[in-house]
């Protein structure tokens, strides 16, 4: 089974079984590409977005009319997920749901700032999908009030995804209800109880992959392969060539130091 992931699941190699083959986040083509391996499933965590182009819908359906399997979740795959499970792709966790039944719009929800894979994908800035989940949960344990809890949502939703973090949240404008004097404590509460949604919504689709048997799934719509899907097709797989290539010559090129992730 193929699963692409980064940022959502980093540092949490050891925690991935070895029927995983793991890979980095998916760009376009990379779906497709995968489907020539006649894996019995694949899961989109994670993808690029914004300076790569993004996993394009028609792979994904491409590859459920191969009768593999698809599965997304926690980011890219979430939003995709949504678009396409009337198409029989399978979404999986909190934020799916919340896309699927509109209570989110934004791709911006779940984009972050992350580092590259050599070191792990590290998270730079701040998911405002975890923003939400953690004041929610902050919330709940009556931390804080539903007042402060919305005015920080607010303030976190105008902030460029790049530079969300939680000292950016908390450093400008003015909180509703409890005041400035709650924010101490919230803080404090934060370091310890920090809800990584999108973390917990990967790890959800490993375990679903991991129990379930993976029937094939049934295509009840007509895959048109215009003379588009042709010219890409080819245009993949030029590329696919040219990956193995730089391998086999003693190196691999590899993205910049950031990138956008839905």
Same mark, same amino acid.
């Not at 979430?78 to 989110?104: K, S, T």
């Not at 590259?116 to 929610?136: D, H, I, Q």
């Not at 919230?186 to 379930?212: C, F, G, P, S, Y």
């Given at each position: 089974?193929?699963?692409?992931? +980064? #940022?959502?699941?980093?540092?949490?190699?050891?925690?991935? #079984?070895?029927?995983?083959? &793991?890979?980095?986040?998916?760009?376009? *083509? /990379? !779906? @497709?590409?995968?489907?020539?391996?006649?894996?019995?499933?694949?899961?989109?965590?994670? =993808?690029?977005?914004?300076? %790569?182009?993004?996993?394009?819908?028609?792979?994904?359906?491409?590859?459920?009319?191969?009768?593999?399997?698809? @599965?997304?979740?926690?980011? &890219?795959?979430?939003?995709?997920?949504?678009?396409?499970?009337?198409? =029989?792709?399978? *979404?999986?966790?909190?934020?799916?749901?919340?896309?699927?039944?509109?209570?989110?719009?934004?791709?911006?929800?779940?984009?972050?700032?992350?580092?590259?894979?050599? !070191?792990?994908?590290?998270?730079?800035?701040?998911? &405002?999908?975890? %923003?939400?989940?953690?004041?929610?949960?902050?919330?709940?344990?009556?931390?804080?009030?539903?007042?402060?809890?919305?005015?920080?949502?607010?303030?976190?939703?105008?902030?460029? @995804?790049?530079?969300?973090?939680?000292?950016?949240?908390?450093?400008? +404008?003015?909180?509703? *209800?409890?005041?400035?004097?709650?924010?101490?404590?919230?803080?404090?509460?934060?370091?310890?109880?920090?809800?990584?949604?999108?973390?917990?919504? $990967?790890?959800?689709?490993?375990?679903? &992959?991991?129990?379930? $048997?993976?029937? #094939?799934?049934?295509?009840?719509?007509?895959?048109?392969?215009?003379?588009?899907?042709?010219? !890409? %097709?080819?245009?993949?797989?030029?590329?696919?060539?040219?990956?193995?290539?730089?391998?086999?010559?003693?190196?691999?090129?590899? *993205?910049?130091?950031?990138?956008? /992730?839905?």
């Amino acid at each position: 089974m193929i699963v692409f992931a +980064g #940022p959502s699941l980093a540092g949490a190699d050891a925690e991935v #079984p070895d029927t995983f083959d &793991m890979r980095p986040p998916a760009q376009q *083509g /990379d !779906v @497709y590409l995968a489907t020539l391996e006649t894996p019995r499933a694949i899961g989109i965590i994670d =993808g690029y977005f914004e300076g %790569v182009p993004a996993v394009w819908h028609k792979e994904i359906l491409w590859a459920l009319t191969q009768g593999i399997a698809v @599965y997304g979740a926690s980011s &890219m795959g979430a939003l995709r997920a949504a678009e396409l499970d009337a198409f =029989g792709m399978i *979404g999986l966790g909190a934020i799916y749901e919340d896309y699927r039944d509109d209570v989110l719009e934004d791709d911006d929800e779940v984009a972050l700032l992350h580092g590259p894979a050599e !070191v792990g994908y590290p998270g730079l800035s701040l998911a &405002m999908v975890n %923003v939400r989940a953690t004041l929610k949960a902050a919330q709940e344990a009556g931390v804080v009030s539903s007042n402060t809890a919305e005015t920080l949502i607010a303030r976190a939703k105008t902030e460029f @995804y790049k530079t969300r973090t939680w000292d950016s949240i908390f450093r400008t +404008g003015e909180t509703g *209800g409890q005041g400035d004097s709650a924010l101490p404590t919230l803080q404090t509460w934060i370091a310890q109880n920090e809800v990584d949604q999108k973390r917990l919504d $990967a790890q959800l689709l490993l375990r679903h &992959m991991a129990e379930e $048997a993976h029937r #094939p799934p049934s295509a009840s719509f007509h895959f048109e392969q215009t003379a588009l899907w042709h010219d !890409v %097709v080819q245009i993949w797989r030029q590329r696919a060539r040219q990956e193995v290539a730089a391998m086999q010559g003693g190196y691999r090129l590899t *993205g910049g130091l950031s990138f956008r /992730d839905d």
